[in-house]
């Protein structure tokens, strides 16, 4: 279909004011993987973003190299809600394998831009197309043709800026930020995206139904990652030690580490780094290592997702028993099995809470944001080696690989606890010890470090059965005695673990409980309900084992909804389990489907149950 | 086999120490097991090295052989872990302290099977530790299964006849960039001793196989890891002697009788020649003898394989700091402030 042609049938159209939704709806980018859109999408979150509008941005992407279908979906909302939006009302369909299927999802009244060269069919008369001429543009560039696939996607950019209103200067500052300064690469995109915006200009005179206008809502703002987040925060927490194997959507955490790492932690004298990342041969591996390391005395940690969680188990249950510090993070994606790599879910909360044979039960903390992630990051150490014992991070894909606003990360408000460690002085002052005695009443030991220059330090370290002078053992008197210290330091962790966050109680009749990356569906949700008249008590639990606020939170209302972003309901399960006496009052709301949840699935979800 | 002479042991060593301090806790293995001849070397080594018993850290996996470090230094740190795995442990220690002294025990079903694939990574990293594999061809704790390193044609009470080939540890270990490989047995202490002195002079991992055997499930007659077949069998490729760094070679040999390896930390092991023309420091010549003597059945034993120049170990391939990281303050571990702030200001 030739643009002339098109721009004849459509008459310009003034439309009103009140008509024109600004700030307020859903942009989704369709296109093949592998053609470079990652740059395109981020421009357009970043300029936005710059321009004071609360903006998030997904991207879900197949488990593939190159050429399945790939989405980007940019929510913006003037509210500030940050959850996934079911409702898509500008679609750019860059990719022709997905345009019927893209095509359909759009809202009536939504607006469609697409390659003119594309055949396909534009089955729907309750949308507004726009054609953009995009191999004509990029070939004028005269960019070299090696790149011209990759920007190609400057064209929506340009396209988009016209129709929305973004500003090209913000544009460019985005880019400016993408390429880290790179003039070159700044120039050949903004050349596109110039001329994108000087055609969309002269040759589009319909108006888009959808506006960006400029806000004050993300000043003072940062935007990341929750990986990157994860990574930072661990810097700062100190970590020393990580051996990782790659698996997705962990792997950028670990390449975050990499980036800040060299940064912060070189020997400013020797120039050298104060850490080590070793890439492992597989997360059995990885496992092991970090365990060495944190025997060894250093702040270690790994990354990893579902499969090389399954693969941990074993060494989980060796960190466990023989109270050796060190961090999981486990970001997690959709399982069972290798079940859809890049598609997110809360799917190991059980797993990674019992991970391991034998009777085991680990802290875990739960992270709902990138502000979170960084928190939980520095704090995981502190837990780790006061309580010397394994500590999961529970991530997921959508927290971890998506881009979020947020506060600016606090500074860590707590000095670095490095737990019970007797050094050669505290060994001469205290005489006699025993590295799994119970001296302080809380179930935690004291332990030494390897190459300590003290002749009593050296103590031997086993998964076997050991006393609590870590004598080998196979005598039930002293097995027991063990696990009931073990069973007491897992009390003591219920008390100094991350408390939840309780909001919105006053009125309410019922109380939604939920953890993770469900945070923003659920806030928007709790509106929602409102102008439904039905108040809801929400409590975001952050860390298992269950503080007492939680059997508190359960207790005071009849009706719990616990929304889970998994097909079991792990969260209610947990509840269940650890309440059985108010089992009955505990609802189910889970959903699998590879997606951030919404919050009109919460809505309708918690309104069904109370209908 | 020429040694230094045979002068009565000194009641303390050069640390101060007795040989009683490099004792561990008395054995649970069968009476025999040439395991605990092993760990009465690594004991009386230790002690006449000067080793530091306060910076050595055991390791060990799964198995009979990995509970004897239990058995020796009971001064030092020991991490008895799970089974296969041991060699991720002790990288994870290692390169967190690289002031430690890492000597490892694993058998060989925990090396040859299970954890065969982490030997071969560990070999691969170039971890600075003594890794010893106590290798009797049979699974002991279990009663009696074959290891993958038994021979052909082996014969076991419980598991019958042995059809699979052997996996010699030895040329695994040279194949996968070893500087140090050496294969010994259990009824030969003192090359056992010398060999461990060399590797604990070793920059790098130094691997030892040691034929180990099991006195109640592989030591008959026809076993090619007993006792017997042992002393009968041992072809021996050179007598070695070990001379400290502040000792005078006087081991006297002829011009080309003998090779002497000089070691990084100073010392040398003097290898005189019983089988004309080896040369223990060419990587393909040490592979194919290892290589004639599977395919002899011959049972080869000395200091196979060594290499001394360019040892790169994990800490140098890993760029890192001479301080160790256990060591580091909690100043230098939290980057401050400001760090953070000039990170954020990059996400606004």
Same mark, same amino acid.
Request: one cysteine or more; aromatic letters at 8%; charged letters at 20%.
């Given at each position: 279909m030739a643009v002339v042609d098109y721009q004849t049938e459509q008459q310009p159209a003034e439309i009103a004011r009140e008509d024109v939704n600004i700030n307020d709806f859903a942009i989704i980018v369709a296109t093949p993987n592998g053609s470079g859109s990652q740059t395109a999408n981020n421009t357009i979150l970043r300029a936005c973003f710059n321009m004071g509008i609360p903006v998030t941005g997904k991207n879900l992407f197949?488990?593939?190299?190159?050429g399945l279908p790939t989405w980007y979906s940019i929510r913006l909302s003037k509210d500030g809600y940050q959850a996934r939006r079911h409702?898509?009302?500008?679609?750019?369909?860059?990719n022709p394998a997905s345009f019927g299927d893209d095509l359909q999802s759009l809202e009536p009244g939504g607006i469609c831009l697409y390659p003119d060269d594309s055949r396909q069919e534009?089955?729907?008369?309750?949308v507004t197309y726009f054609p953009m001429p995009v191999k004509e543009l990029v070939k004028n560039s005269g960019v070299d043709a090696s790149l011209r696939d990759y920007i190609a996607n400057m064209v929506y950019v340009g396209v988009l800026a016209h129709l929305l209103g973004i500003e090209v200067a913000e544009i460019e500052s985005a880019l400016n930020k993408h390429f880290k300064g790179k003039q070159k690469a700044i120039a050949s995109n903004m050349n596109v995206v110039n001329a994108a915006v000087a055609w969309a200009a002269a040759n589009i005179t319909t108006q888009s139904p959808f506006r960006v206008e400029r806000m004050d809502? &993300?000043?003072g703002m940062i935007m990341l990652d929750g990986n990157a987040a994860g990574a930072l925060g661990s810097v700062f927490g100190g970590v020393s030690f990580v051996a990782w194997y790659p698996i997705t959507p962990s792997t950028s955490l670990v390449d975050a580490l990499n980036d800040y790492l060299p940064e912060l932690r070189i020997?400013?004298?020797?120039?050298?780094?104060?850490y080590a990342v070793v890439q492992a041969e597989d997360e059995l591996a990885a496992i092991g290592m970090i365990i060495g390391a944190g025997w060894a005395g250093a702040r270690s940690m790994t990354a990893t997702s579902g499969p090389g969680l399954s693969l941990m188990a074993e060494f989980t249950g060796l960190a466990y028993f023989t109270e050796v510090p060190c961090v999981v993070w486990d970001v997690m994606r959709m399982g069972?099995?290798?079940?859809?790599?890049t598609r997110t879910g809360q799917t190991d909360l059980i797993s990674a809470y019992?991970?391991?044979?034998?009777d085991t039960q680990h802290v875990c903390l739960l992270p709902s944001s990138i502000k979170e992630c960084f928190e939980f990051g520095w704090r995981s150490f502190d837990l780790a080696e006061r309580l010397q014992t394994i500590v999961f991070v529970l991530s997921d894909l959508d927290l971890g690989m998506n881009q979020w606003i947020s506060e600016p990360f606090e500074y860590p408000t707590e000095p670095m606890d490095r737990g019970k460690v007797l050094d050669a002085d505290a060994l001469t002052a205290v005489g006699d010890w025993g590295r799994y005695r119970d001296v302080d009443g809380d179930g935690i030991p004291y332990r030494t470090l390897p190459g300590?220059?003290?002749?009593?330090?050296a103590y031997f370290t086993r998964g076997s059965g050991h006393n609590q002078d870590a004598k080998y053992t196979e005598r039930s008197d002293e097995w027991v005695a063990n696990l009931d210290r073990l069973a007491r330091k897992f009390e003591t962790a219920r008390t100094i673990v991350p408390t939840p966050i309780t909001v919105?109680?006053?009125?309410? &009749?019922i109380g939604i409980l939920s953890y993770g990356s469900n945070d923003p569906a659920i806030i928007e949700a709790l509106d929602r309900l409102r102008e439904a008249n039905i108040n809801a008590a929400y409590q975001r639990v952050r860390a298992?084992?269950? &503080?007492?606020e939680v059997g508190e939170f359960v207790a005071k209302y009849e009706r719990i909804y616990v929304v889970d972003n998994n097909y079991n309901g792990q969260m209610a399960q947990l509840l269940r389990m650890e309440y059985p006496e108010l089992a009955g009052r505990i609802i189910a709301v889970a959903s699998c489907d590879g997606l951030p949840l919404t919050a009109r699935w919460v809505t309708e979800s918690v309104q069904k149950g109370e209908a | 086999m020429a040694t230094t002479k045979a002068t009565p042991k000194p009641k303390i060593n050069l640390l101060g120490f007795?040989?009683? #301090?490099?004792k561990g806790a008395p054995?649970?293995?069968?009476?025999?097991?040439?395991h605990d001849s092993i760990s009465s070397r690594i004991v009386s080594v230790c002690f006449e090295l000067g080793v530091q018993p306060y910076q050595v850290a055991k390791f060990s996996g799964i198995g009979c052989s990995s509970k004897?470090?239990?058995?020796?230094?009971?001064r030092s740190h020991g991490f008895n872990s799970v089974h296969g795995r041991m060699p991720s442990v002790a990288t994870g220690a290692i390169v967190t302290n690289r002031n430690l002294v890492g000597l490892a025990v694993s058998g060989d079903g925990d090396t040859?099977?299970?954890g065969m694939g982490q030997f071969k990574h560990l070999v691969r990293r170039n971890v600075p530790m003594v890794y010893i594999v106590e290798n009797?061809?049979?699974?002991?704790?279990?009663?009696g299964q074959f290891s993958a390193t038994a021979d052909i044609g082996q014969k076991l009470k419980?598991?019958?006849l042995n059809e699979l080939p052997p996996i010699d540890l030895c040329a695994e270990a040279i194949i996968g960039g070893a500087t140090f490989v050496a294969r010994s047995f259990a009824g030969d202490p003192r090359q056992v001793e010398a060999l461990l002195k060399a590797a604990l002079s070793h920059r790098g991992l130094a691997i030892l196989d040691i034929i180990s055997?099991?006195?109640?499930?592989?030591?008959? #007659? =026809?076993?090619?890891?007993s006792y017997a077949y042992g002393k009968e069998h041992e072809e021996r490729l050179h007598d070695m002697t070990f001379i400290r760094?502040? #000792?005078?070679?006087t081991v006297d040999y002829e011009e080309g009788e003998a090779i002497p390896v000089k070691m990084h930390d100073g010392s040398t092991i003097v290898l005189k020649k019983l #089988?004309? =023309?080896? =040369?223990?420091?060419?990587r393909v010549a040490a592979l194919s003898r290892l290589d004639a003597a599977r395919e002899n059945q011959e049972f080869i034993t000395g200091l196979i394989y060594v290499k001394q120049d360019n040892n790169r170990t994990i800490h140098d391939l890993l760029h890192m =700091?001479?301080?160790?990281?256990?060591?580091?303050s909690a100043e230098q571990l939290r980057p401050t402030k400001e760090a953070l702030d000039s990170v954020l200001a990059d996400l606004y």
């Open positions: 197949p488990s593939n190299i190159k409702k898509r009302d500008v679609l750019v369909a860059m534009l089955s729907r008369s309750d809502k &993300t000043k020997n400013k004298e020797t120039n050298k780094p104060t069972p099995s290798t079940g859809m790599p019992f991970l391991s044979h034998g300590t220059n003290h002749p009593k330090a919105n109680e006053e009125n309410a &009749t298992l084992p269950f &503080t007492k | 007795e040989q009683g #301090e490099y054995s649970t293995l069968c009476p025999g097991c040439g004897t470090p239990a058995y020796f230094l009971g040859g099977s299970i009797n061809g049979v699974y002991g704790l279990t009663k419980y598991a019958g055997p099991c006195v109640t499930f592989n030591n008959h #007659e =026809d076993s090619t890891k760094a502040q #000792e005078e070679i #089988e004309t =023309d080896y =040369d223990p420091t060419n =700091d001479e301080q160790p990281l256990s060591h580091l």
